[in-house]
């Protein structure tokens, strides 16, 4: 069997892997990333793709929601392969007036927190799309969130990354891992060989707890599963992100005034106009483990919500539906940090539904941490690893 | 016969006697026969162009010509969004291309 | 409730239902396409022995039985989700929903594509597009096209293209990028054709056999491989040039060329355009496999078949109840492997609802031993390690058992 050797070996293929291996490469380390699959072949292509603030707690969260977004805008530019990337902001509607009421407080900590946020009145969401339900009375709007085409953009960072050097080995599981405790390097077992590296990112996804376990540690990961509709354009319906205010009582397990089926698939409407013009139409969340069966009677409670926002788009065509698993932690935040008890490893991972929002911000924080550096683009207190420390079973 | 179509095949034999059928596309009379698909009576008509990009215009055709791509979707009378290489023609069918949409709103516009 | 309800009207599902059929059970076949047959029907090629193989007479055949047999043979109709309930499955269809108590998978292959800048023109069009409108619809694709993408089945469908009269002025190699990978390369291009240019009928690949003098050389033969192309049936395919671009204003005008590097890197200032009013991308087959993945089935990633596939057994059963799969589905092989495949599918469904009968265990076996045949004397090989690509799936059966328990 072929042995290598590596300075990082980033395991995971999908747009937190990619992002990392950009970064790291670029910065001139010497990269080599592993996927049990393909690129792109778990939740980076079963989701959508959105660099979102608006859906973000104000605060740290939607600070490093809007780094992430500068850098995104940076790659735009500088990256080979297009990634479909727009920037046309995003709304969010209100069905009540406790809605409204929760939302102006939304909007006002999101401006203290530096961002672009603002209330939209009845009239305004009448301007933005003449399908909207007659009864909706407004909403809010975050100006600087942007779309991208998830696989796209996955690929496009691999194939910066394997410019600046970076090696992706493909249909390359993690056998076994183990670490010695005289020179400190990894030893990772795959189909493809041995790989020696001397530091190691667990960018697994909802996979990270399972190649964590291999060296006994217990990352709090869970898959978080989600239905997407795929239909097709027939109308002008609108040109940028639509979300319901009730998306955030549900992606945060708040309560809801919503039938007992959409309660229950935790169904609020998301809607993103594609650049190759379909809209992608979400969400539900649903702790079923790992099973990506698409379940019709979820697709049914998302469709039945959609109408319940856009009323003539009832006869749109649904040209096909898929879901996927979001890895979940127990407070929406990701990890991204070193692990204390291993020197030399990292972990990347939980980003939930926020992956393709937070995979630049995640790219470049790691390429930071690998190089030890003090001063990082964000604060790292809130996503390390160690906030897990004293939780001894975790609840879901 | 139009010269769209391979009448003589020397395998295959010649093709045999089929109805016509009239139909048009885009107002556009056209005759088509009976059994074959919108994608089928539209390229032997010479017709290529079957929709455009709805946002920025740019013209596209059959792909796959299997119903997996959904490249050819076309306007059926008041149904939208038809699969012309799967849908059989029919006597006085309307046959509509799909068309660029406004983008008509204040907001969001990403040019 | 139906015995079984088959998904695909192709060479592997009207063979299955026909078995079914004869041991009593009540079948229903439906397919989205308007014809019954599925891929054989554009399907048309001179056997090593001289006489046609003509895929349009063979579905005939395989619907006539049908008919006769009484199944119930439904075109147009799409399947757009299954669901296993206690004792039965669900099948929902835009022609209604049925309950089977087996559900058989035959839904084929369809096209890797290989994005091209340009790729999206009207006059481009997968090669199995072209397949389609010519052979079954008998309509003209266009007067002077190019094929992009070179490989066994672009070199049969070319050769099909040119019995109709439609000239095909060249085959290109795919530009390299990210997606395009191993076919856009000149040698791996090559060593993929020469694999199965044994096996190939006489005529079908010169090329391949031309290169078979060079197996020890291949990368020498690469590098001295003519600039104006090999001739195949006089068309020059071209393992040293690459179409970088299909350009065209409102429908395709031509593709842009260059020649390429051996390992297929174009070389600048040599790019040339090469008029054309259609143009066929040929990125080969991957089995169709949505309705076994929103079954819960499990799957094997296997590229001796082409890519994901359910697992399943030589039965042509999955782990799950009642699920079946045959043809291209379980990997990409010829028509005549689907039929015989269908057949063991029809064999084994039948053993399975019908309990008793001793007799279709003898010619489930013997079907099972058709299909072995078939293989080995298969004239059109997509994989030269099918046989391996087919024991690692029947493996992986056997653990997808056992993991369960």
Redesign the interface.
């Known amino acids: 069997m072929d042995s290598r050797n590596t300075e990082v070996l980033i395991i995971g293929g999908g747009v937190i892997g990619a992002a990392i291996a950009y970064y790291t490469a670029k910065s001139g380390m010497e990269v080599t990333v592993i996927d049990k699959g393909d690129i792109a072949s778990g939740t980076s292509s079963r989701c959508d793709g959105n660099i979102l603030a608006i859906d973000k707690e104000p605060g740290f969260d939607s600070q490093m929601s809007l780094e992430s977004q500068k850098l995104v805008d940076q790659l735009s530019k500088e990256l080979d392969l297009d990634f479909e990337y727009r920037a046309p902001g995003s709304i969010l509607v209100c069905e009540s007036e406790d809605e409204m009421i929760a939302a102006e407080s939304w909007v006002e900590r999101q401006k203290k927190a530096g961002l672009s946020f603002k209330m939209l009145d009845r009239n305004d969401i009448k301007q933005e799309s003449p399908y909207f339900a007659d009864d909706l009375l407004g909403g809010l709007e975050c100006e600087t969130d942007s779309t991208i085409n998830p696989y796209l953009f996955t690929y496009s960072l691999f194939h910066g990354a394997t410019k600046y050097g970076a090696k992706v080995m493909l249909r390359c599981e993690v056998e076994g891992m183990s670490r010695d405790s005289v020179t400190g390097l990894f030893k990772v077992n795959t189909p493809k060989g041995e790989i020696i590296a001397k530091k190691v990112v667990n960018a697994g996804g909802i996979w990270a707890p399972y190649i964590g376990n291999m060296l006994g540690l217990d990352i709090p990961i869970k898959p978080r599963k989600g239905h997407i509709i795929v239909a097709s354009r027939d109308m002008p319906v609108g040109m940028r992100k639509v979300m319901e205010f009730g998306y955030l009582m549900s992606k945060f397990g708040k309560e809801r005034t919503v039938d007992e089926e959409t309660d229950k698939y935790g169904v609020a409407l998301v809607f993103e106009p594609t650049e190759s013009q379909n809209f992608l139409i979400g969400s539900s969340r649903q702790f079923v483990g790992f099973d990506t069966r698409v379940d019709m009677d979820v697709v049914n409670c998302i469709a039945r919500r959609t109408i319940r926002f856009y009323p003539k788009i009832a006869d749109f065509i649904i040209i096909r539906t898929y879901s996927g698993l979001r890895p979940w932690t127990p407070d929406h935040l990701p990890i991204v940090s070193p692990v204390e008890e291993i020197p030399n490893y990292y972990i990347a991972a939980g980003h939930e539904g926020d992956g393709i929002s937070l995979a630049a911000i995640t790219g470049k924080l790691m390429t930071e941490l690998l190089q030890d550096q003090i001063n990082t683009i964000i604060p790292t207190d809130p996503i390390r690893y160690s906030r897990f420390k004293n939780v001894s079973t975790i609840q879901t | 016969m139009s010269k769209g179509r391979i009448i003589d095949h020397p395998i295959l034999g010649r093709l045999d006697e089929r109805e016509e059928v009239h139909f048009t596309f885009d107002e556009n009379k056209l005759i088509g026969y009976e059994g074959e698909t919108i994608a089928a009576a539209l390229l032997a008509n010479g017709e290529r162009v079957l929709r455009c990009h709805e946002e920025t215009g740019k013209l596209r055709g059959i792909y796959c010509n299997i119903g997996h791509c959904m490249e050819c979707r076309v306007n059926v009378g008041n149904q939208k969004s038809v699969r012309a290489c799967l849908t059989v023609i029919q006597e006085g069918m309307e046959v509509k291309s799909g068309r660029k949409l406004p983008t008509p709103f204040k907001k969001g516009e990403t040019q | 409730m139906i015995d079984v309800i088959i998904v695909g009207a192709g060479p592997a599902g009207l063979s299955a239902a026909n078995v079914c059929a004869k041991n009593g059970l009540k079948v229903k076949v439906v397919d989205?396409?308007?014809?019954a047959g599925g891929r054989l029907l554009g399907q048309?090629h001179e056997e090593p022995d001289g006489t046609?193989w003509?895929g349009?007479e063979e579905a005939k055949k395989l619907s006539e039985d049908a008919q006769e047999l009484n199944v119930a043979v439904e075109c147009?109709v799409?399947v757009h989700?299954i669901?296993q309930e206690k004792s039965y499955w669900k099948v929902?269809t835009t022609k209604g929903d049925f309950k089977t108590r087996a559900l058989l998978l035959a839904t084929g292959a369809?096209?890797t594509?290989l994005p091209i800048p340009g790729w999206?023109?009207?006059?481009?069009?997968?090669i199995?597009?072209?397949q389609?409108?010519?052979?079954v619809?008998?309509?003209?694709?266009g007067e002077r096209g190019v094929v992009i993408g070179i490989n066994i089945l672009s070199a049969a469908i070319t050769r099909e293209l040119q019995?109709?009269?439609i000239e095909v002025s060249s085959m290109y190699l795919p530009g390299k990028n990210?997606?395009t990978e191993d076919a856009a390369k000149p040698l791996s291009t090559m060593k993929s054709m020469l694999k199965v240019a044994s096996l190939a009928p006489s005529k079908l690949i010169r090329l391949g056999s031309y290169f078979m003098k060079y197996e020890s050389l291949q990368s020498l033969a690469v590098r001295f491989y003519p600039k104006n192309g090999m001739k195949v049936w006089g068309m020059p395919v071209h393992l040293r040039k690459a179409v970088l671009e299909i350009v065209g204003d409102?429908?395709v005008e031509g593709v842009k060329v260059a020649q390429v590097d051996v390992n297929g890197e174009p070389i600048l200032s040599t790019e040339k355009f090469v008029p054309a009013d259609f143009v066929c991308i040929a990125g080969g087959l991957y089995p169709?496999v949505?309705l076994a993945a929103?079954?819960?089935c499990p799957f094997q990633?296997i590229a001796e078949l082409g890519g994901h596939v359910p697992v399943h057994n030589e039965n042509m059963k999955t782990p799950i109840d009642g699920l079946y799969v045959a043809g291209n589905i379980t990997g990409i092989e010829s028509a005549k492997v689907a039929m015989k495949q269908g057949a063991v599918a029809g064999y084994s469904i039948s053993m399975d609802l019908l309990k008793t009968d001793v007799n279709i265990e003898d010619q489930l076996q013997q079907a099972i031993n058709h299909v072995k045949q078939t293989r080995n004397q298969a004239t059109i090989q997509f994989h030269p390690d099918i046989h391996s690509g087919r024991e690692k799936i029947h493996a992986s059966f056997k653990n997808t058992l056992r993991t369960d328990i």
């Open positions: 989205e396409f308007m014809k048309l046609w003509n349009i147009g799409s989700n669901k929902y369809a096209e594509s999206t023109l009207p006059g481009v069009m997968s199995g597009a072209a389609v409108m010519t052979n619809h008998r309509v003209r694709v019995l109709a009269g990210i997606v409102k429908k169709l949505e929103i079954s819960g990633y």
